[in-house]
């Protein structure tokens, strides 16, 4: 009973360890954006002699926030809707017709799980196609990216949705069109809304895509902004940890509201019945 005892203490300790060595990084950036700048240099973690509010407000005027808030969002919804449309279109014709190439073609999407982005290439292959430095370009790049995933993850969802529903909804009269929309899609909710909320955290986060692919400020997105205040001679470190947290804080939000798509729809599509 008494190693018992001691072994939950000591398993209670190495949560509360781990969860420290997570939540530090965060304090710091968060307690750091309020001091001054000589201060906030020092990254420590000791609490502001004066509180400057102030870096927020100097941060969203001088580093254009708002407009990078607004081609953040632009980039994150367009590409993640078209994304998570066009992969579930593809995942269920690649699931319910089994044929030798769409099982091809299945595999060869999965691919691009495992192989990094290979950003030279991107960049020449846009630059042929004259869409470097434009946001459908960087849209693009982002629709392309989250494919991968999404496929794989509806692809098996759509598998425990019994044939039988396809084919009663042919015999009512429904067409491919109908079929998908009205009878599919709500079914596959859970999982789209995961893919929707994963995808739309993972591009509003990116950061090398649109240094790589945009050259222009009119382009930059909120992760971008964070260039205006680190230079070669000089660093504003508080209006750099003020961005980071004003950056982060959309995405907080978005996680906070589907954090309960995110488990439900990553485990629905795991046990076939």
Known sequence: MRKKRISVVLKQLCCVLLCLI???????VVI?????????????????????FSNYIEVIEKGKLIQG??????????????????AAMAAYVMS?????????????TLCGLFFPVN?????????????NDTKFGIILAFTSAMIPFCVFTIYSFISTIPVEMDEAAVLDGAGSIR????????MLKPTLVTCFILQFMSVWSDFLTPLYLSSKSRLFPMTMAVYQF????????NYIFADIV??????????????????????????KE
């Open 96 to 108: 319910r017709r089994r044929t030798r190439l769409n099982k091809f073609l299945y595999y060869f």
């Open 179 to 186: 079929l998908f929309f009205q009878i599919i899609v709500p």
């Open 69 to 86: 808030f607004f081609n953040s969002l632009q980039y994150a919804v367009i590409a993640t809707i078209i994304g998570v449309i066009g």
């Open 230 to 237: 680190f230079g070669k001679n000089t660093s504003y470190w």
């Open 119 to 131: 950003y030279v290439t991107l960049v020449k292959v846009l630059n042929t196609a004259h869409l």
């Open 22 to 28: 997570v939540i530090a990084p965060f304090y710091m």
């Open 246 to 271: 004003l950056t982060c804080i959309p995405v907080v939000l978005v996680y906070l509201l589907g954090q309960r798509y995110i488990v439900g729809g990553l485990t629905s599509g795991a046990v």
């Open 32 to 52: 750091n954006s309020f001091k001054p700048k000589a201060e906030a240099a020092r990254m420590s973690l000791s609490l502001p002699t004066k509180w400057m």
